[in-house]
């Protein structure tokens, strides 16, 4: 069975592009890409003059230069609420061809938007899209049809968290029936790196690619032109194996003893800074005291919102908020009860809101548990005679009582 891993070097492609607002309205963008298949490879470089002519439209000029030479404008403008209009003229200057294009896009949802696009020229062609983005997955489908060819694709993308997440693609069409696999891992702030596993009439490959910000370079390895069942498998199987086994003993114990270690370290610095801020934080709780117990007696008493527990501190901490009664040193806890001063901020009628934006250790009562760390703040709360819960971020809104926090 061959292998064809000499052709890693053979075949690359990378692609950057940088965006400047030159002023309130305008803005450019210089991109460049270039490709190596075998001995042929080409590139292009291309710019793009965008202007914001008011709060609903804008123009775009392009000009591009390689195997894809034209000059171009296009035209934007939101015709409503939720639709969007753009159209655009191009003409190669290779072959002095013009081609003009409309899309029309419209949302769907929150999380969804479809689209039309429509293209007439040597290629005329039409498609049908839909994309849909939400905190966890994100989903992408089109079906296009050509004078000469048709295709459709489809993909799928889970965050399993902020840094890591899994890919499936497909791909079919006239000239093309591809199946591909694969995650990536925020590797830095502003980089991503990637591995994905293709399976193709054009054979099996694995692909590396670095995305930095509006840099991206790809380096697919050919592994086989042809398409053994076995060897389809064994090439999907061994470096997914691989990589769990890495990340499960070796990546992962390696980095939690490191966050522990820094977590350590930042406790040991900021130990007296904690120890004043929940001395302040318990004095406040102590002026909250006698209004805050008037509060809950009299929303009791009418069946209205009663905050019966409510933690503050780090993400981490919060997890295992069931072992916190275990931890005798509140330090080290990492956590502040601040069950009183959220009953204080309960309104007569019966509501409770902490806006967003704002860092819940500056309201009165609470303090900073942990510098420099994540921090939630877990509540539960009872109202009209049931039970409720709720977790929010530092920074989100705090709102109850809601029919959806109700346990």
């Not at 803005?27 to 298949?37: E, T």
């Not at 295709?151 to 890919?167: I, L, P, Q, V």
């Not at 005291?289 to 929303?299: F, H, I, M, P």
Request: glycine share 10%; net charge positive; with cysteine.
């Amino acid at each position: 069975m061959p292998l064809y891993l000499h052709e890693v070097a053979a075949r690359m492609a990378m692609a950057s592009e940088v965006q400047s607002q030159i002023s309130k309205n305008n803005a450019v963008a210089i991109g460049g890409n270039l490709a190596v298949n075998g001995n042929a490879g080409g590139g292009a470089a291309s710019i793009v003059f965008r202007h914001q002519m008011s709060s609903v439209s804008s123009i775009e000029f392009m000009g591009s230069m390689g195997l894809r030479a034209l000059l171009g404008v296009q035209t934007t403008r939101h015709i409503s609420v939720h639709s969007t209009a753009t159209m655009g003229l191009a003409m190669s200057l290779r072959d002095g061809s013009v081609n003009l294009s409309n899309t029309w896009t419209r949302q769907l949802s929150d999380t969804a938007h479809g689209n039309i696009h429509l293209s007439l020229g040597p290629e005329s062609s039409i498609a049908v899209g839909w994309q849909r983005k939400e905190q966890k997955r994100s989903a992408s489908g089109e079906i296009k049809l050509g004078t000469g060819s048709f295709g459709a694709t489809a993909n799928y993308t889970h965050r399993f968290s902020t840094k890591s997440h899994g890919r499936i693609a497909a791909r079919i069409g006239s000239t093309a029936l591809e199946l591909e696999l694969g995650g990536g891992r925020k590797i830095s702030e502003f980089s991503t790196f990637r591995m994905l596993y293709s399976v193709g009439i054009q054979g099996i490959f694995w692909k590396f690619e670095l995305h930095r910000g509006g840099q991206k370079l790809i380096v697919p390895v050919l592994l086989s032109r042809h398409l053994n069942p076995i060897f389809v498998t064994g090439a999907f199987v061994v470096p997914t194996s691989l990589y769990f086994v890495l990340k499960r003993f070796v990546v992962k114990p390696f980095y939690l003893k490191r966050e522990k270690q820094k977590a350590s370290e930042n406790m040991d610095k900021t130990l007296v800074q904690v120890q004043e801020a929940r001395t302040a934080a318990k004095k406040a709780q102590q002026l909250l005291q006698t209004v805050a117990n008037r509060k809950r007696s009299r929303q009791l008493e009418t069946g209205g919102l009663v905050v019966t527990k409510a933690l503050y501190g780090s993400r981490k901490a919060l997890k295992n908020r069931n072992q916190i009664e275990e931890v005798k040193d509140e330090v080290a806890s990492q956590i502040i009860d601040v069950t009183l001063p959220l009953n204080f901020l309960v309104s007569d009628s019966g509501k409770l809101k902490l806006h967003e934006g704002v860092k819940k250790s500056g309201i009165m009562g609470f303090c900073d548990p942990c510098p420099g760390e994540s921090k939630q703040l877990y509540v539960e709360y009872t109202f009209d005679g049931s039970n409720f819960e709720v977790i929010v971020d530092d920074l989100d809104e705090l709102l109850i009582p809601q029919e959806s926090h109700r346990i």
